[in-house]
């Protein structure tokens, strides 16, 4: 687990320890020690805490402008024993609400579980972007079953084309938003 990096190739464009309005402000990373875990397993100290014990993030890009962030996770999301999505809820969605963000994007290939619970948190959210959305790419399938059984899959657009973006790293965050944007644009038309 350790060895597991957020991605790295928009730092150049932004830094979310760099921006005043981000929740990770002033944020330090120690790569000479190791100091997150998840169940007794070391996490790469990049990724950003976010109040959980087995849910961490980065936020790889926001434009303020267009009003979207994109938010890489990684780890259990675990509402059950945890109520993770309130800590990501608070922590830093709120925050990053508060600054004008309606889009989020959030991948979810560094989610190796989830286990659900009630969808009071996600209402919320979902009632709180006006005019806006949260899309989940590449997430696993089964992560995506139990989204269904929670019924979190009303508020949080998944699956389907969203997860065959396979080249998102390629692509300069402002075209990925553009392809995400368009993708969710025909779901809801």
Known sequence: ????????????????????????????????QYENDIYG????PSWDEIGSETLYCKILYIDYDRRYAVIEMFGEWNDTLHNDIMHFKRNVIDLLTHEGINQYILLGENILNFHG????????????????????????DFVEREWQRYHIDSYINSGGTLNDIANWRTLKPGLFYELVSQLITRRLN
């Not at 397993?41 to 790469?44: D, L």
């Not at 619970?117 to 696993?140: K, L, P, Q």
């Open 1 to 32: 687990m350790q060895d597991i990096e957020p991605f790295w190739g928009w730092e150049d464009r932004y830094s979310a320890a760099e921006d005043e309005r981000s929740p990770f402000y002033g944020r330090e990373y120690n790569f000479q």
């Open 117 to 140: 619970s009630d969808d009071e948190y996600y209402a919320e959210w979902f009632e709180e972007v006006e005019n806006g959305w949260i899309a989940a790419v590449n997430f696993r």
């Open 41 to 44: 397993y070391y996490i790469h």
